[in-house]
């Protein structure tokens, strides 16, 4: 699996994402040398297991990014290096928006538990969300209240 384009830089995450397109013509964010290797490797296992867990995590892979696609792009080249690179990718889930306090009343007790005992297991210690905002790592279809399963 390759990157096809490089469409933008996400606004959201700390690991600096970019939106970009992947062979399959599949919408993906992509992470780079911002989230280090380890990091990646670490992204990918933790999909892998939340996906396992019966978490609604969307579709990942680890995908290669040629050096061309950077060559004229000042700020990819910040993110990603100039040289060819391996990055993590999670597929775009249409439709969907950071959950907000008010829509906690929509996540059911029994995934309440599965994310928090997923979180326990990773020792993810940022999520977080109060009436006043934070950092919920978690989306919602804001139509159907539902997360988008695949």
């Known amino acids: 699996m390759s990157v096809k384009e490089l469409i933008s830089r996400s606004v ?65 080249i910040d993110n990603f290096g100039r040289e060819d690179c391996d990055v993590f990718a999670s597929e775009k889930v249409a439709d969907v928006v950071d959950i907000k306090f008010s829509d906690l009343e929509h996540v059911t007790t029994h995934e309440a538990q599965l994310i928090f005992f997923f979180d326990y297991l990773i020792a993810n210690e940022d999520r977080t969300l109060g009436e006043n905002g934070g950092n919920p790592n978690l989306c919602i279809n804001p139509i159907t209240k539902k997360d988008n399963r695949y």
């Not at 670490?42 to 297991?49: K, M, P, S, V």
């Not at 019966?54 to 040629?66: E, F, N, R, W």
Request: proline content about 6%; charged content about 30%; aromatic content about 10%.
């Open 12 to 76: 959201q995450g700390k690991t600096s994402p970019w939106l970009a397109r992947l062979d399959d013509d599949k919408l993906y964010y992509i992470k780079g040398k911002e989230a280090l290797y380890r990091g990646l490797v670490i992204e990918y296992i933790c999909a892998e297991l939340g996906r396992l867990l019966g978490l609604p995590v969307p579709p990942s892979k680890i995908a290669y990014l040629d050096r061309s696609l950077l060559q004229y792009n000042d700020e990819a």
